[in-house]
């Protein structure tokens, strides 16, 4: 192991502090949960939370789900799955299921009582009509999520465009890869995983930063640890010593908000050190000359200066990932939530890319998708400027593609609309009247949260659609009751672009319906039926491969014979009929595209120029000019926050606090703190402690640890009222990308006392 060592303001972590935590075993395991009830049946499906999207097998006994089988044979996890979804299980049967419609009202008991849910639908339509004729139809907005399949995000991109004509759809995808997703599209053309994680085993050095891997996508911690047994050297940057921190060779204790400073001295050092594939350079990318100018000022010395970093470690992982002929760069939400994630992303590109070292086995760079349909629900319009496939809502050939398969004239379509924390804007500006809302909970998971409550109440007409009443469904004049994965079929897409299967396993109970009846049941109110009338998501899976073809992400050769046949197929898939009818062009053969940008690989964009996707067929290097985060520490706000995860809890917490042993595991979230921190502000273990920003103040419990920055505190975000981190964060977005910025501001620490009883826990902090 490499020691990293004191940086040149603050002293950080070692390698001392890793060994006193003794091994750590992963987080993936194979179990079996066996309830002792004989099941009906047992069906294959995929776990409903992260983008890993573990294969699972659930065991059904009337028409309840009562255990979990591992399911070995589906390739990416072989039967093994993390906490949650060995837990999942026990969120079906869980009393709080809603199983009506709701409409607010603040004399019945919890605020709401139910409504049919006929009368609910209507409701909703004639309130929807009557906005759109007052205030335009851009008054009505639509927030969707990464967690639907793949068929509903088509779907609800379909609603909003040409149902409601509405420029103002947007998703909550917006909080997670948007940086990685504008930065894959700059630099490749395309936004997906470069590669399998089959290509993971055989990398010499692999690259992780700004990835909790172990807790956040555990399975993925069984792919480095393979490696690793192969002797690959792992290289982990983060604020924190994370669990897979703990097992690597080299750790780079970055300061919050500074990777493309690390990123720029590292090609710095590679340009230096001339350990460079100039024939790959040369054939394959543009913009290298302009890059080489820009990081000559990125000496060691003052890379280590701006990221905290001792320059030893800056030499030593330049040399391994520099001198290296097989690698993987990986990274997550810690590079990608940031004003900057776009450069983050894009500096570790550039790294990639002049090691020559993409497109070929065990070569691979990716980013790790968050949510479990991150990667499908990112590509099918449902993103405010984009269309199926993902086309361009503001190009007039796209356009005029989607709006022949939908029947109607491209003028018809909608401008490109904003984005998810601009809609909050404009709803609290009055600009937005009426709002729905599916598969998000904005009000735990958006930053600067006492302002998105605001901008909510603000609204004239608000309809959540969810199984649980989530803290932003409180918010609402209408709750309509949808449905959990397992009470639906359709695909998703997982972290590697690979396309599965969902299967149904359960009915909806009581009222409930699935969400793609919902949607329909709302345009057929509206008197405006025409596009919705699909009597299944194979259906709408069938016009999304139609819609899509000839685009980015090409799924019109993709069926649901064929994903089942060979466990999963990667996008792009195209139909034996090209869209060009060229007969030249080569087929990516019935498993689709695992690689992307094989040498001689054909895409849509460049024909036969080059495997990139861009007219040339070259990649693209960019310069990444390093700024710093949008609030930096001051005397008044002294401490970076950093925010994220924890391995037992799932983002706004909406259905792991709901499930008892999983709550067990980590009960209320914890303020991260560093001994030497704690000690200067006189806080133990255990403390009652509060964090103040300049938006809010949160008052938690202290969990002093030695594997944070001392500079640095760590909150997980996933609860909600006085326990939300999200009371501090600050609202800042990257310019590109409109991610916000939830892994730094600027805080002060200070004991406290255990703060009163609240009425409920709903009630935030003020
Ligand atoms: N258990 C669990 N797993 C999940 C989820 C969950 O809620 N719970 N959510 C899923 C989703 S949607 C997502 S997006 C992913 C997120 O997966 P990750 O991105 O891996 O998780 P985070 O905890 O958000 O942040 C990752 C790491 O970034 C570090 N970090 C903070 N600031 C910086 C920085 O400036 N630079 C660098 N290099 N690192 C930094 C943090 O210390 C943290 O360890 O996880 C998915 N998997
Ligand atoms: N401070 C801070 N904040 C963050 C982050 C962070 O790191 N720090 N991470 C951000 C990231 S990466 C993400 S992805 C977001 C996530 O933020 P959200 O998307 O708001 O979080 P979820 O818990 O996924 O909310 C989904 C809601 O939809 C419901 N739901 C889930 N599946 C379905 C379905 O199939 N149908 C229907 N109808 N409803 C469904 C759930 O019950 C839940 O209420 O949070 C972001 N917020
Ligand atoms: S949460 Fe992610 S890693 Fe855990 S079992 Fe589900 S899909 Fe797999
Ligand atoms: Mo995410």
Excluded at 434 to 458: Q, T, W
């Amino acid at each position: 192991m490499t020691q990293s060592h004191e940086s040149s303001s603050e002293p950080s972590l070692d390698l001392e502090v890793i060994r006193e935590f003794g091994p750590f075993r992963a987080y993936a395991n194979h179990v079996r949960i066996d309830t002792g009830v004989a099941p009906d049946k047992v069906v294959k499906t995929h776990c409903c939370f992260c983008g890993q999207q573990c294969g699972v097998q659930l065991k059904v006994k009337d028409n309840t789900v009562v255990g979990i089988e591992p399911w070995y044979e589906f390739p990416f996890n072989r039967g093994m799955l993390c906490p949650k979804g060995v837990k999942r299980y026990l969120q079906q049967q869980h009393p709080d299921r809603l199983l009506h419609a709701y409409q607010r009202d603040s004399a019945a008991p919890g605020g709401f009582r139910q409504l049919d849910y006929a009368a609910a639908i209507q409701r909703v339509a004639e309130t929807i009509e009557r906005i759109q004729t007052e205030h335009g139809a851009d008054a009505f907005a639509v927030l969707s999520g990464a967690s639907l399949t793949t068929e509903k995000t088509y779907l609800m991109g379909k609603f909003a465009h040409m149902c409601l004509k509405t420029a103002n759809i947007d998703y909550n995808g917006r909080l997670c890869m948007v940086s990685a997703a504008a930065g894959n599209k700059k630099a490749f053309g395309i936004d997906r995983a470069a590669n399998p994680w089959s290509d993971i085993l055989g990398a010499e050095v692999i690259l992780i930063t700004g990835a909790n891997v172990a807790e956040c996508a555990p399975i993925t911690t069984n792919y480095v640890w393979q490696a690793r047994e192969h002797g690959a050297k792992v290289i982990v940057v983060d604020p924190r010593i994370t669990p897979l921190a703990r097992t690597c060779d080299l750790f780079l204790p970055i300061k919050p908000g500074r990777d493309t400073a690390l990123f720029n001295g590292i090609l710095h050092l590679m340009i230096e050190n001339d350990w460079l594939d100039h024939d790959f350079i040369q054939a394959q990318t543009v913009g290298f000359e302009a890059v080489l100018q820009a990081t000559r000022e990125w000496t060691p010395a003052k890379t280590a200066e701006v990221t905290g970093i001792a320059e030893k470690s800056i030499r030593q992982a330049a040399e391994w990932w520099g001198q290296a002929k097989t690698s993987f760069l990986m990274h997550a939400r810690g590079i990608e939530h940031h004003s900057h994630g776009v450069q983050n992303v894009l500096s570790t590109i550039n790294i990639v890319l002049a090691s020559g070292r993409i497109g070929r086995p065990s070569c691979g760079y990716a980013t790790i998708t968050g949510q479990a349909n991150g990667q499908g629900g990112r590509e099918h319009g449902q993103k405010c400027d984009q269309l199926p496939g993902g086309r361009d809502l503001s190009n007039p050939e796209h356009r005029a593609h989607v709006a022949n398969v939908w029947g109607i004239a491209p003028d018809e379509l909608p401008r490109p609309g904003v984005d998810a924390y601009e809609i909050m804007r404009k709803a609290h500006a009055g600009e937005i009247r009426g709002l729905l809302s599916i598969c998000f909970n904005p009000v735990v998971s958006l930053p600067d949260n006492n302002f998105v409550r605001a901008a909510l109440e603000k609204l004239e007409f608000f309809v959540a659609i969810d199984f649980f009443m989530s803290e932003t469904a409180r918010y609402a004049d209408i709750v309509l009751p949808g449905s959990l994965q397992e009470e639906d079929e359709g695909t998703v897409t997982q972290a590697e672009g690979r396309i599965i299967r969902i299967h149904q396993a359960v009915e909806c109970p009581g009222e409930a319906k699935q969400d793609w009846r919902v949607i329909q049941d709302i345009a057929r109110a509206l008197g405006r039926e025409r596009g919705f009338t699909f009597a299944s998501p194979r259906e709408i899976f069938e016009e999304l491969r139609v819609a899509s073809k000839g685009g980015v992400s090409d799924y019109s050769g993709v069926t649901y014979e064929n994903i089942e046949e060979h466990y999963g197929v990667f996008w792009p898939c195209r139909s034996a009929a090209t869209p060009s009818g060229a007969a030249a062009e080569p087929e990516p053969g019935p498993r689709g595209t695992p690689r992307l940008f094989e040498p001689g690989s054909w895409n849509p964009i460049a024909g036969g120029a080059g495997p990139f996707y861009f007219p040339d067929g070259k990649a693209r290097f960019n310069v990444t000019a390093y700024v710093g985060p949008a609030e930096d520490v001051d005397v008044e706000y002294p401490i970076m926050l950093t925010t994220g995860r924890v391995v037992s809890q799932f983002l706004s917490g909406n259905q792991t606090r709901r499930i008892g042993p999983l709550v067990d595991h980590y009960p209320e979230p914890r303020v991260e703190i560093h001994p030497r921190l704690a000690q200067r502000l006189g806080v133990g273990d255990g403390d009652w402690t509060t964090v103040t920003s300049r938006r809010g103040q949160c008052t938690l419990r202290a969990s002093v640890v030695a594997t944070i920055r001392p500079d640095t505190i760590f909150i997980p975000y996933h609860w909600g009222g006085r326990k939300s981190a999200n009371q501090l964060t600050i609202s800042a977005q990257d310019p590109i990308s409109k991610i916000p910025e939830y892994k730094v501001c600027a805080v002060r620490v200070a004991p406290a006392e255990a703060p009163p009883e609240y009425a409920s826990e709903l009630e935030p902090q003020q």
